[in-house]
């Protein structure tokens, strides 16, 4: 069984930086595509960054230049530094992973969650 366990959320003051990271364990072939999402209360899950096995990155135009996505292939980790941090930052982040379960299947997994506070 793969998980994907997330760590780094907390409460940062306005202008600070957080690292968000995400390791997949379990039983795996490979990992593909590795990406990090976030949802408010009663707003849909938006996309924050997603970065390829080839380290091709695409990021929500709305964080371009205060957040970055990166990966450890070796550690099946994603990592998301964010920076800059503001009020509208607070939400729960989750960490989404393409995996290569068997030679010809992949399933996507989803992390727990992690919740950033962005306040003074």
């Known amino acids: 069984q793969v998980q994907l366990v997330e760590s780094g959320g907390g409460l940062v003051q306005p202008g600070g930086s957080l690292r968000l990271s995400c390791a997949a364990s379990?039983?795996?072939?490979?990992?593909?595509?590795m990406g990090w999402y976030r949802q408010a209360p009663g707003k849909q899950r938006e996309l924050v960054a997603v970065i390829t096995t080839s380290d091709s990155t695409n990021y929500a135009d709305s964080l371009k230049g205060r957040f970055t996505i990166s990966r450890d292939n070796a550690k099946n980790t994603v990592y998301l530094q964010m920076n800059s941090l503001k009020p509208e930052d607070t939400v729960v982040y989750y960490c989404?992973?393409?995996?290569?379960?068997?030679?010809?299947?992949?399933?996507?997994?989803w992390g727990q969650g992690t919740q950033v506070t962005v306040s003074s």
């Open positions: 379990g039983r795996f072939f490979g990992i593909g595509n």
């Open positions: 989404n992973a393409v995996v290569v379960v068997t030679p010809t299947r992949r399933d996507d997994y």
